[in-house]
C-alpha cells in the first residue's frame, strides 16, 4: 500500500524564492517616481529608497539606527518547514547586511486555503519562527490573507550603530570584495522544482544566518556591503559599484559555488530571473573569455545568499576588487 502522494509545495509557485522578484530594471523604473518629500519627519532618514539599498534606516534625535526591511516569496523548496527556515533567514539578511542587529519581526503569510492544508502553513510558520529565535529576535505578530499561491516572508526591525552601517554605496577604488557563501543556490532550485531531486547543500546555505559574516565584517572594518540575492552576484554588485561610483574586477576562478552547480547550469536549470540579470547587466560588463556557463552561474538568483563585502573577512574567499568608474562597470577576468 502506499499512501497519499507527499505535497510539492513548489509546484503552487510560477516562480520560487528570490527568482520571482521583479527584475531589476523594470523595479527601478516603477519606483523612480515616488514621492520622497516628508512633512516635518519625526526621524532622520539615513538610508532611503534612492540607494536601492537592503533596508531602511531612521534615527529619532539622539537613538539608536532603526533598520527596517522586508521580504517575501513563492515556496523555494517543497518542504514547508525548509520553507519557512529559508524565508526566515532571507528576511533577516536585509538586516545583518546593514551592520544591523535583528530585534523584532512580523510574518507576512498569503495561503491557498481552498487548495492546500491549512496545518502546512503552520510547518511554514514554525520553521521562520524557529530561525528568528535562533537568531535573537523576537517574533512580534504579523498578517495573514487568502491568497492563489502561497507565500510567507517577514519585516523585520533590526538596531544598527549608526556610524557603523554597511551601506551599498560606500565601495573605494583599491579594496578587495569578499563573498560569504557560495553561488549556484538559484539552479539547484531550479533543479529541485523541475525533478523534486533534493539539494541539502542549497538548503544548508539558505538557511544559514548572514549574523556572524556581518559580524566578521563590521570588526575588519569594512562600511560597504550587500547580500546576494534575486539580482544574483553581477546584478547587486553592479547596484553596489553604481551606486559607489566605482568598478570591479572579478577574478572567476575565485568565485566559489556549490557542489552540483555547475551540473545544473550544463544541464539547462537556468531560472528566467538569472536570465533577466545578465541582460540587465550585459551593457555594463567585459565579460572577457568567460564562458556562457560562467556568466550565467554569475547571474544566478540567489534567495538567502551570503555577503558581498568590501574588504576583506576571514574565511571567505576574496574575489575581485574595486577600481576606479570605468565604461565596463563590472569586467570579468
Ligand atoms: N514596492 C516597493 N516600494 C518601495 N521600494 C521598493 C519596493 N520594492 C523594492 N523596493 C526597494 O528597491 C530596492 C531593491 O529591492 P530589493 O528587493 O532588491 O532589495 P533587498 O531588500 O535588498 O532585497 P533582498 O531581500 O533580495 O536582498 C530596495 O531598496 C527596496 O527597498
Ligand atoms: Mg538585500
Redesign the pocket.
Known amino acids: 500500500m502506499t499512501g497519499p502522494e507527499p505535497i510539492r509545495l513548489t509546484q503552487y509557485a510560477h516562480g520560487g524564492g528570490?527568482a520571482c522578484?521583479?527584475p531589476?530594471g523594470e523595479?527601478?523604473a516603477?519606483?523612480g517616481g515616488?514621492p520622497t518629500d516628508v512633512t516635518e519627519p519625526a526621524a532622520q532618514l539615513l538610508v532611503g529608497?534612492a540607494?536601492?539599498?537592503?533596508?531602511?534606516v531612521v534615527r529619532a534625535e539622539g537613538g539608536p539606527g532603526i533598520v527596517v526591511?522586508?521580504?517575501f516569496f513563492t515556496p523555494v523548496v517543497d518542504d514547508a518547514r525548509d520553507w519557512g527556515r529559508i524565508a526566515a533567514a532571507?528576511?533577516l539578511?536585509?538586516v545583518y547586511?546593514m551592520g544591523g542587529t535583528p530585534v523584532v519581526a512580523v510574518n507576512l503569510l498569503g495561503w491557498p486555503r481552498d487548495v492546500l492544508p491549512f496545518e502546512l502553513a503552520a510547518e511554514v510558520l514554525r520553521g521562520g519562527g524557529e530561525v528568528a529565535a535562533a537568531a535573537g529576535c523576537h517574533l512580534g505578530g504579523g498578517h495573514s490573507i487568502d491568497d492563489p499561491e502561497p507565500k510567507y516572508g517577514m519585516a523585520v526591525t533590526g538596531l544598527v550603530d549608526p556610524d557603523r552601517l554597511l551601506r551599498n554605496d560606500a565601495a573605494r577604488p583599491g579594496q578587495p570584495l569578499s563573498l560569504t557563501k557560495p553561488l549556484g543556490i538559484g539552479v539547484l532550485n531550479t533543479r529541485h522544482k523541475r525533478t523534486g531531486e533534493r539539494f541539502p547543500q542549497a538548503v544548508e546555505a539558505m538557511t544559514a544566518l548572514n549574523r556572524d559574516a556581518a559580524a566578521a565584517a563590521l570588526r575588519a572594518g569594512a562600511v560597504c556591503a550587500?547580500?546576494v540575492?534575486?539580482?544574483g552576484l553581477l546584478g547587486?554588485l553592479f547596484?553596489m559599484m553604481r551606486a559607489s561610483g566605482t568598478s570591479a574586477e572579478l577574478d572567476i576562478a575565485a568565485v566559489p559555488y556549490l557542489d552540483g552547480a555547475r551540473d545544473a547550469v550544463r544541464a539547462g536549470f537556468v531560472s528566467g530571473g538569472t536570465r533577466r540579470n545578465l541582460d540587465w547587466v550585459r551593457p555594463h560588463l567585459d565579460a572577457g573569455a568567460a564562458p556562457d556557463e560562467d556568466q550565467l552561474l554569475l547571474a544566478d538568483a540567489q534567495t538567502s545568499g551570503g555577503l558581498l563585502v568590501v574588504g576583506e573577512v576571514p574565511g571567505a574567499p576574496v574575489i575581485g576588487h574595486v577600481l576606479p568608474a570605468a565604461d565596463a562597470v563590472i569586467a570579468l577576468r
Open positions: 528570490c522578484k521583479i531589476p523595479l527601478e516603477v519606483l515616488l529608497v540607494t536601492g539599498d537592503d533596508a531602511a526591511t522586508t521580504d532571507n528576511a539578511s536585509d547586511a550587500t547580500d540575492t534575486g539580482f547587486h547596484k
